[in-house]
């Protein structure tokens, strides 16, 4: 048996090229695996106002204010830390009397590419965009959160 492993054992230098091709190749699919998720699947979101939408010279970053219409305590808070890591300016939170059964954005300043940025960094689809304009407010958007905050982005982590 011995006289026979022996006749069939594969050189080393053979052994360490297919160890060296076999990391490249998982390296190289892990990598695939990051550009196709960045890319297509979870994109990132911008939180910069387009130029031809600003208002004023300072008005860069889109702002927002959450309102939690959960009857749970804590989440505007959590929804706020969750924006402003992606660069959203979170002027308010504030929690609304009455019940929503659902999660929706409210655009205020008819700029539904900024609204739809809200909505998609949220986990929404563009159909859960509202519009109620009022050019008084500073904010772009405001966010309601409905009894279907847990399929939210920011409650899935």
Same mark, same amino acid.
């Given at each position: 048996?011995?006289?026979?492993?022996?006749?069939?054992?594969?050189?080393?230098?053979?052994?360490?090229?297919?160890?060296?091709?076999?990391?490249?190749?998982?390296?190289?699919?892990?990598?695939?695996?990051?550009?196709?998720?960045?890319?297509?699947?979870n994109?990132?979101?911008?939180?910069?106002?387009?130029?031809?939408?600003?208002?004023?010279?300072?008005?860069?970053?889109?702002?927002?204010?959450?309102?939690?219409?959960?009857?749970?305590?804590?989440?505007?808070?959590?929804?706020?830390?969750?924006?402003?890591?992606?660069?959203?300016?979170?002027?308010?939170? &504030?929690?609304?009397?009455? @019940?929503e059964? /659902?999660?929706?954005?409210?655009? *205020?300043?008819? %700029? =539904?590419?900024s609204?739809? &940025?809200?909505?998609f960094? @949220?986990?929404? /689809?563009?159909?859960?965009?509202? *519009?109620?304009? %009022? =050019?008084?407010?500073?904010l772009?958007?405001?966010?309601? @959160?409905?009894?279907?905050?847990?399929?939210?982005?920011?409650?899935?982590?």
């Amino acid at each position: 048996m011995k006289k026979y492993l022996q006749k069939i054992s594969i050189p080393i230098g053979l052994t360490f090229k297919l160890l060296l091709l076999s990391i490249l190749g998982i390296v190289t699919l892990y990598l695939l695996y990051v550009l196709i998720d960045k890319a297509f699947l979870n994109p990132p979101v911008s939180a910069i106002v387009p130029i031809e939408k600003r208002r004023t010279v300072s008005d860069v970053y889109i702002q927002i204010n959450i309102i939690n219409a959960t009857g749970m305590q804590g989440l505007a808070k959590k929804a706020m830390n969750y924006f402003r890591d992606r660069g959203f300016d979170v002027v308010e939170i &504030s929690t609304s009397d009455s @019940l929503e059964r /659902t999660s929706y954005v409210i655009d *205020h300043l008819s %700029d =539904t590419i900024s609204a739809r &940025s809200v909505a998609f960094a @949220l986990g929404l /689809t563009d159909s859960s965009v509202r *519009h109620d304009y %009022d =050019t008084n407010l500073y904010l772009r958007a405001s966010v309601v @959160l409905g009894k279907n905050y847990h399929t939210l982005k920011p409650f899935k982590q």
